[in-house]
C-alpha cells in the first residue's frame, strides 16, 4: 500500500501546474514592470536633462565709483553674457557720502513682453519698447502697451555698494 | 471604438495572419542557452547608445575652443548628465565585448559556413563600424588622450597605399589636426555611422531570417526535446531579460564607475603616458612591434583574410571534409590578441 502515491499525483494535477503558470506569470510581470519602470526614470532624466539647469551662474561685476555716479543720471553696461543692463541713480539726499542702496536701480534692457530691448527717452522720462509700444516709468514698471495689460515690469538686477563700490549681480552664461 | 478601429485598418492595411507569420520566426532550440543570445545583445547596446547619444548631442559643441568644456557642462552641471555619458561611455565598452563575444561564438561553432558566409562578411563590417565609433567617439572629448590619440591614428592612415595621404587629409579637415577636424568627427560619429551599423544590422538581420538560425543538437539533450520554440513570447521573454541585465549591469557601472573627464587637450605636449581606448591595445601593441608600415599593412591583411575566412575555410573542408583548421585557428587568434592586450595594459610604454 502507497498511502502517499494518490495525494502526490493530485498534487501534481492540481497545484503543479497551476504553480509553474503562476510564478511564470509573476515573474514575467515583475520583469516587464521592472523595464518599463527603467525606461520610465530614463524618460525622466533625459526631460531633465533637457531642462536648463535652474540655477544660472552669477557674479559681481563693478558698476562704478558711488561718488562719482552724479544723481539723475543713467549708465548702460552690458554683462558677460550679453545682456544690456540700465543702472540709474535717483533720489535727492543732500549729502553724497550717505549714499544709500535703494539711491540705485539696475534694470534689464530687454522687454518682458516679447523679448525686444527698450530704450530709455529721457524726454518722456520713460523706457519705451519699439516692438509692441510697451512703456515703462524710470523705476521699471509696466506704464503702458502690452506689458502694462499682463502686469510685467522690467526686470531688475541685484545690487551691492562695498567700500564706496557699487557692485551688480549679473549672469555669465548667455549669448555673447 | 469599433468604427474607429475599422478605419484605422482601413487606412493601415495590415494582414494580421501574415505579420504574425513574419515576427515569428522558429527559434532553434539551442538558443535557450545564454551562449548564443549574444547577437541580440550588441543591438540592444546600439539602441541604448543611440538614446543616450542623441541626449548628449543636445549640449556638446564639435570645435577646438568648445568641445572640452561642453563635455565638462555636461559631466558637471546639466543635471544627470554625467550620469548619461557614463551610460553612452560603458555602452560602448560593453558593445565592443559584445560584438567581440558573438563573432567567437558564431566562429566556434561554425555558423558562418556555407551557406552564411555573406553574413560573416556583413558581421566583420558591423565590427570594424563598431571600432570606428569608438574612436571617433572618444576623440570628440577632446581630452589629452583623445587628443593625441586621434593625431596618432589620422597620420597612420597616410600608411594606406596609393589613397593614404587624401584619406589622412579626408579625416582631419586638413594636413593636421584643425579647427574642422571635430566637426567631422561628430559628423561621422553622430550621423555617418550610426546610419551605416543600421543598414548593415538589417541586412544581418534580414540574412538570418532568409537562412534561419544554424540548428546546433547538444549530446545532453534529453530525447523528445522540441526542435523549435516559438519567437513570441519564449523568445522575447529570453530578450527581455537579457534587456533588464544589461540596464542594471549598466546602471551599477555607470553609478559606481561614472566616466572621468581628463585635462582639456593640450596641442604643444604630448602626455608622458599615451594609450588608446583598451579595445586598440592589440592594434597599439602590434604597431610597436614592427615597422609603422609593415605593422599597419599586416593589420589590414589580418582584417582582410579575417573577413574572407568563411571562403578560405570552405576551400580548406572541401578538400579535407574533417579538418579542424579554423578550430586551431580561432584559438591561436584569440590567444594572439587576449596576450597583446594584456600585454599592453600592463606597460607603461
Known amino acids: ?176 | 471604438m469599433g468604427r474607429l478601429a475599422a478605419g484605422l485598418r482601413e487606412r493601415l492595411p495590415v494582414n494580421r495572419a501574415r505579420l504574425r507569420e513574419l515576427t515569428n520566426e522558429p527559434v532553434p532550440h539551442h538558443l535557450k542557452h545564454w551562449w548564443f543570445c549574444l547577437g541580440g545583445t550588441p543591438l540592444y547596446l546600439f539602441v541604448v547608445m543611440v538614446a543616450t547619444g542623441i541626449l548628449l548631442a543636445f549640449y556638446y559643441e564639435a570645435s577646438p575652443g568648445r568641445a572640452w568644456e561642453s563635455v565638462r557642462f555636461v559631466s558637471e552641471q546639466a543635471s544627470y548628465g554625467w550620469f548619461l555619458r557614463s551610460i553612452h561611455r560603458w555602452a560602448a565598452t560593453l558593445m565592443v565585448a559584445a560584438v567581440v563575444l558573438h563573432q567567437m561564438r558564431v566562429f566556434f561553432t561554425g555558423a558562418y559556413r556555407r551557406p552564411r558566409e555573406f553574413n560573416w562578411v556583413i558581421g566583420m563590417g558591423l565590427l570594424v563600424l563598431t571600432l570606428l565609433a569608438g574612436f571617433t567617439g572618444y576623440s570628440l572629448v577632446y581630452e589629452q588622450l583623445s587628443f593625441w590619440g586621434a593625431t596618432v591614428a589620422a597620420n597612420l592612415t597616410e600608411n594606406v597605399p596609393l589613397l593614404g595621404v587624401m584619406l589622412r587629409r579626408f579625416l582631419l579637415g586638413g594636413d593636421s589636426y584643425n579647427e574642422h577636424t571635430l566637426s567631422r568627427f561628430f559628423v561621422l560619429h553622430g550621423a555617418v555611422i550610426p546610419v551605416a551599423i543600421v543598414v548593415l544590422l538589417t541586412l544581418h538581420v534580414a540574412l538570418i531570417r532568409l537562412h534561419g538560425i544554424t540548428e546546433l543538437r547538444f549530446r545532453t539533450e534529453r530525447p523528445g526535446t522540441p526542435r523549435f520554440f516559438d519567437f513570441f513570447p519564449d523568445h522575447l521573454l529570453t530578450e527581455l531579460l537579457i534587456g533588464l541585465v544589461l540596464m542594471i549591469v549598466l546602471c551599477t557601472l555607470a553609478s559606481v564607475l561614472p566616466v572621468p573627464l581628463g585635462p582639456r587637450a593640450d596641442p604643444l605636449s604630448t602626455p608622458e603616458v599615451i594609450k588608446p581606448e583598451w579595445f586598440f591595445y592589440v592594434a597599439f601593441r602590434w604597431l610597436k612591434l614592427f615597422s609603422e608600415r609593415t605593422a599597419f599593412l599586416s593589420l589590414g591583411a589580418i582584417l582582410l583574410a579575417m573577413t574572407l575566412w568563411p571562403f578560405v575555410d570552405g576551400s580548406i573542408r572541401k578538400r579535407r571534409p574533417d579538418s579542424e583548421a579554423s578550430v586551431v585557428v580561432g584559438i591561436a587568434a584569440v590567444l594572439a590578441i587576449l596576450g597583446l592586450t594584456v600585454w599592453e595594459a600592463s606597460v607603461a610604454h
Open chain 1, 1 to 176: 500500500m502507497h498511502p502517499t502515491a494518490p495525494s502526490a499525483d493530485l498534487e501534481a494535477a492540481h497545484a503543479g501546474l497551476p504553480r509553474r503558470r503562476f510564478l511564470a506569470t509573476v515573474s514575467t510581470t515583475a520583469m516587464t514592470a521592472a523595464l518599463l519602470s527603467s525606461y520610465g526614470t530614463f524618460a525622466a532624466m533625459a526631460a531633465r536633462f533637457l531642462l536648463p539647469a535652474r540655477e544660472r551662474r552669477t557674479a559681481w561685476m563693478l558698476v562704478s565709483d558711488v561718488a562719482a555716479f552724479r544723481r539723475g543720471t543713467t549708465r548702460t553696461l552690458v554683462a558677460p553674457a550679453g545682456e544690456r543692463i540700465v543702472v540709474a541713480r535717483h533720489g535727492d539726499a543732500s549729502d553724497p557720502a550717505a549714499a544709500a542702496l535703494d539711491d540705485f536701480v539696475a534694470l534689464s534692457s530687454t522687454c518682458p513682453h516679447l523679448g525686444c530691448q527698450v530704450r530709455f527717452e529721457p524726454q518722456n522720462h520713460r523706457f519705451f519698447c519699439p516692438c509692441h509700444n510697451g512703456t515703462f516709468d524710470p523705476e521699471g514698471r509696466a506704464t503702458g502697451g502690452p506689458p502694462f495689460e499682463a502686469g510685467q515690469s522690467l526686470p531688475r538686477y541685484e545690487l551691492r555698494i562695498d567700500r564706496g563700490l557699487l557692485f551688480i549681480r549679473v549672469p555669465l552664461e548667455g549669448v555673447a
